[in-house]
């Protein structure tokens, strides 16, 4: 449990994919514009790397090792997987929730080249192919969970601060883009706050 807990701090705060190691960021200020939307995105980004970690820990150790094509088709194959995923999210959204897909707009289909998924499919990816098959799968699984969680939080501070921008009296150079990347830069250096304690 311990080990869970502290997979979660890291990987929400200490390791954020967004505000520590720069993955994301498109979907990170082309979202960042209303709560709602920041909510949306990050469900749908959660759902993806979660089911990707698991999928893409299930090809890997069951096809990829054993027959010798790790260093070859790895990162290709877990990119037709995220795809594939993000098809299917794109489909049930747009059936079931039309605003949410219609506000999210060309950023949904984006999740399937969000280089923040890729990374979470990546980052552990050697050390828990040495564990056993359940183990590895329930811990990458883990692991996509709280890195959506991180960058659900992340998306989300991130459209709370831009909605108070919006009424703020800021100067006509720096009003939309410009200081959004201040916001996220203040952001990062409060998170980066967090290093060494994971």
Do not use: H, W
Request: glycine share 10%; proline share 5%.
């Amino acid at each position: 449990m311990k080990e869970y807990l502290t997979l979660m701090f890291g990987m929400v705060f200490v390791q954020n994919f967004v505000l520590n190691q720069f993955l994301g960021i498109c979907p990170f200020i082309g979202v960042s514009k209303k709560r709602d939307s920041a909510i949306g995105m990050g469900l749908a980004v959660i759902f993806v790397m979660a089911i990707s970690c698991f999928v893409t820990m299930l090809v890997y150790k069951a096809v990829l090792l054993p027959l010798g094509l790790e260093n070859y088709l790895d990162i290709i194959s877990f990119i037709l997987i995220i795809a594939a995923l993000v098809q299917f999210v794109e489909i049930v959204m747009k059936k079931l929730a039309p605003d949410l897909y219609q506000a999210l707009g060309i950023y949904l289909p984006l999740i399937s080249t969000n280089c923040a998924v890729l990374g979470s499919t990546q980052l552990k990816l050697m050390d828990y192919a040495q564990l056993p098959m359940g183990e590895a799968l329930l811990k990458n699984t883990a692991l996509g969970i709280f890195g959506g969680i991180g960058f659900t939080l992340a998306l989300y501070l991130m459209a709370s601060i831009r909605e108070r921008l919006e009424i703020a009296p800021v100067p006509p150079g720096l009003q939309g883009i410009p200081v959004a990347f201040l916001a996220a830069a203040g952001m990062a250096l409060a998170f980066f706050g967090f290093n060494g304690i994971v």
